[in-house]
């Protein structure tokens, strides 16, 4: 099976403690052995630190994504190393030689790509260019809600979506200031355009990211965690 992972920087890279990395090195060392796994490593706090000097000093947007693009880049490097030799040594800068790079029993581990979105539709578009059979969006929260749980108390989570209710609720979730949706829009429409199974899922425990991708997530079954994006009934 080829598993697309989008690793949040938020839980990755919160306070680049090595042993978090190493921890998250193990469980995709462990799932290479039976799957082939593609990496994409998100910014994290230090993206944000370093956007948010950069547009303090007047940078435009196109700039601040380069910057995010960077440190995406720098956390996949820090994986990398975590991973030692059971990584691809090098970093692809795009699709092409994320495709190129993929080898048995190494772990290839990518950042960014282009301005204007998030390592969210990075890891989509590569799924989607590698017919992949399963994109996980591991990120700081357990699935996708009905609007952001942070802001309304309401929201009611779901576990299973179709590829449209999905950006319904994406679009829904972006018009609203402070509100910050589970799923980037541009991977919502990515998931949508290609039918790719996805799921959304808490891993800021790497031993349940394991437990996910090592059984339920793999068997395409119910989890206990986490929304499935499906077109399947
Ligand atoms: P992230 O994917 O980390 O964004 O990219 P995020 O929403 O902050 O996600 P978390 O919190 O880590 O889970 C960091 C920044 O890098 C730029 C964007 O500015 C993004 O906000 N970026 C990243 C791009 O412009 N293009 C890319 O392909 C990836």
């Known amino acids: 099976m080829l598993i697309v992972l989008s690793l949040g920087g938020s839980i990755l890279a919160k306070d680049l403690d090595p042993d ?39 940078a435009d947007e196109v700039t601040c994504d380069y910057i995010g693009i960077e440190i995406t880049r720098l956390n996949a ?70 609007s952001d749980p942070n802001c309304d108390p309401t929201a009611v989570k779901y576990d299973k979506i179709s590829p449209e209710k999905l950006i319904n609720i994406v679009m829904a979730i ?6 910050k949706s589970p799923v980037d829009p541009v991977a919502a429409k ?16 790497p031993a349940l990211l394991r437990k996910i991708l090592d059984g339920d997530a793999t068997k395409k079954s119910p989890v206990s965690c986490g929304t499935w994006i499906t077109v399947k009934k």
């Open 20 to 58: 978090r990395f190493l921890k998250y090195a193990e469980v995709l060392r462990h799932i290479s052995k039976k799957h082939t796994i593609i990496v994409v490593t998100g910014g994290g706090e230090s993206a944000r630190h370093y956007i948010g000097a950069a547009r303090a000093m007047g």
């Open 77 to 146: 490097r820090l994986l990398a190393v975590a991973l030692g030799p059971d990584a691809f040594p090098e970093i692809p800068t795009n699709y092409l030689e994320a495709a190129k790079a993929i080898r048995p029993g190494k772990v290839v581990v990518m950042g960014g790509v282009t301005p204007g979105q998030t390592t969210d539709a990075v890891a989509a578009i590569l799924a989607e260019y590698l017919r992949a059979d399963l994109l996980t969006i591991a990120t700081s929260i357990d699935g996708v809600y009905s």
């Open 174 to 179: 972006e018009m609203k200031a402070g509100s």
């Open 190 to 205: 990515i998931i949508e355009r290609c039918k790719l199974d996805a799921l959304v899922m808490d891993a800021r425990d």
